[in-house]
């Protein structure tokens, strides 16, 4: 199994800032995925995180709104930029260890945009 | 859009009753997974049934697959107050990139 760390874990924001969110694994994982829950509602994946490249996003999601870093197996961030309140959301880190196998999810980050 | 559909979307049960949920999905998957959320946190994995299995049991879990009518349940048997929480099935619609298509989950409430 693999343990998933996120910082931070909640945040109160202000209206066109940004906010970092990092995603750390306590193993080698090979994916690394990003979602996000909007109130009330299930998981959507944002993006896939690719080690040393560009991440792969999903229909509905562009890197200059969410930029994607992993620089190695075990590490990843999220930026929301320029946030608005409708990016009010819990967003999740996740990894997989190869195969078709279960995926693990970290705790999450709460941000509140205002 | 989100491949799955779960019912019932809430459900509230007296403790030690069994408790049922239902998950649909739309195309042909390698895996079918569920999960349990506590209020907003993060998501706990529960079990991982594959696409050539019927059924699998996990403690007091007990979840099947029926690839051919593209759905799957998940039983919770004997429930207590500590399985208070929503459940979401999520398979893996697009092969080979193992990225979860989630259901929109039922929320699950075991009254003492």
């Known amino acids: 199994s693999a343990v998933i760390s996120q910082k931070p874990s909640r945040d109160i924001c202000q209206r066109g800032t940004s906010l970092t969110i990092q995603c750390q694994v306590d193993?080698?994982?090979?994916?690394m995925f990003w979602y996000r829950q909007q109130p009330g509602q299930s998981l959507t994946l944002i993006a896939t995180?690719?080690?040393?490249?560009?991440?792969?996003?999903e229909s509905g999601f562009v890197i200059d709104k969410f930029p994607i870093s992993r620089p190695n197996l075990t590490f990843s961030t999220l930026t929301v930029s320029n946030m608005s309140p409708e990016d009010s959301s819990i967003y999740l880190c996740?990894?997989?260890?190869?195969?078709?196998?279960?995926?693990?999810f970290g705790p999450g980050t709460r941000l509140t945009v205002l | 859009s989100q491949q799955g559909e779960e019912d019932p979307q809430a459900l509230s049960i007296q403790e030690g009753e069994n408790a049922t949920m239902n998950c649909s999905y739309k195309?042909?998957?390698?895996?079918l997974q569920w999960y349990r959320q506590n209020s907003g946190r993060g998501l706990v994995h529960l079990i991982l049934i594959r696409s050539n299995e019927r059924e699998k049991h996990s403690g007091r879990l007990r979840v099947t697959l029926d690839t051919s009518k593209k759905s799957s349940s998940l039983l919770i048997t004997a429930s207590r107050a500590a399985d208070t929480a929503s459940y979401f099935c999520?398979?893996?619609?697009?092969?080979?990139?193992?990225?979860?298509?989630f259901g929109q989950g039922t929320r699950l409430t075991i009254n003492p």
């Open positions: 995180a690719n080690q040393g490249s560009e991440a792969t996003y």
């Open positions: 999520a398979t893996d619609a697009d092969q080979g990139a193992q990225k979860l298509v």
């Open positions: 996740s990894a997989t260890l190869g195969g078709y196998n279960e995926q693990f």
């Open positions: 193993s080698q994982v090979t994916m």
């Open positions: 195309t042909s998957i390698n895996n």
